[in-house]
T-cell receptor, first 112, second 111 residues
Framework: SQQGEEDPQALSIQEGENATMNCSYKTSINNLQWYRQNSGRGLVHLILIRSNEREKHSGRLRVTLDTSKKSSSLLITASRAADTASYFCATDLNTGGFKTIFGAGTRLFVKA | EPEVTQTPSHQVTQMGQEVILRCVPISNHLYFYWYRQILGQKVEFLVSFYNNEISEKSEIFDDQFSVERPDGSNFTLKIRSTKLEDSAMYFC?????????FGPGTRLTVL
């Protein structure tokens, strides 16, 4: 697998349902971030979770990080049609410098 | 709320021409980044910049690319001799240590 690989690649759910997206990575990280991107638009920062943290919440978003499994998950609860977007995880590599690698993303479609 | 800004929003250029993409990071941020996203593909790291020098760069960031922070507010990406395959969205990001915040991007079209 590549650094910062999300699954599923695409997810279609009904409004009100929860959406879970997963991210796996290969090398040691300083932190992991989740972003949202609407089609053809910029990247919106959702949450940053540091390597010594296990869980963070922000509104309807819940992010977990398991460094032993090198994986993270993003849970969106009570999804809305406006949550339709691509979601990316981005890992800040522990290289001594500053290098962030994005995954290919999960395309979420929430049906009204 | 402070945000990263980028200009221009769209740049069209001829192959072989030089382009300069401009970014104004969030004012108290110290870490700066450029990324690109070819249409339909994932976001690719180009370069990071800290303390007035390049911190990391990817294989994409070859001798055709350079970055500069000419004053206290701007952060620029220069492509010396553009190729067709440089056509992409270019995103600038800045960080104060609590996550990277992205600008809206510059769409570069090389003809």
């Amino acid at each position: 697998s590549q650094q910062g690989e999300e699954d599923p690649q695409a997810l279609s759910i009904q409004e009100g349902e929860n959406a879970t997206m997963n991210c796996s990575y290969k090398t040691s990280i300083n932190n992991l971030q989740w972003y949202r991107q609407n089609s053809g638009r910029g990247l919106v920062h959702l949450i940053l979770i540091r390597s010594n943290e296990r869980e963070k919440h922000s509104g309807r978003l819940r992010v977990t990080l398991d460094t032993s499994k090198k994986s993270s998950s993003l849970l969106i609860t009570a999804s809305r049609a406006a949550d339709t977007a691509s979601y990316f995880c981005a890992t800040d590599l522990n290289t001594g410098g500053f290098k962030t690698i994005f995954g290919a993303g999960t395309r979420l479609f929430v049906k009204a | 709320e402070p945000e990263v800004t980028q200009t221009p929003s769209h740049q069209v250029t001829q192959m072989g021409q030089e382009v300069i993409l401009r970014c104004v990071p969030i004012s108290n941020h110290l870490y700066f980044y450029w990324y690109r996203q070819i249409l339909g593909q994932k976001v690719e790291f180009l370069v990071s910049f800290y303390n007035n020098e390049i911190s990391e760069k990817s294989e994409i960031f070859d001798d055709q690319f350079s970055v500069e922070r000419p004053d206290g507010s701007n952060f620029t990406l220069k492509i010396r001799s553009t190729k067709l395959e440089d056509s992409a969205m270019y995103f600038c990001a800045s960080s104060g240590g609590r996550g990277e915040f992205f600008g809206p991007g510059t769409r570069l079209t090389v003809l």
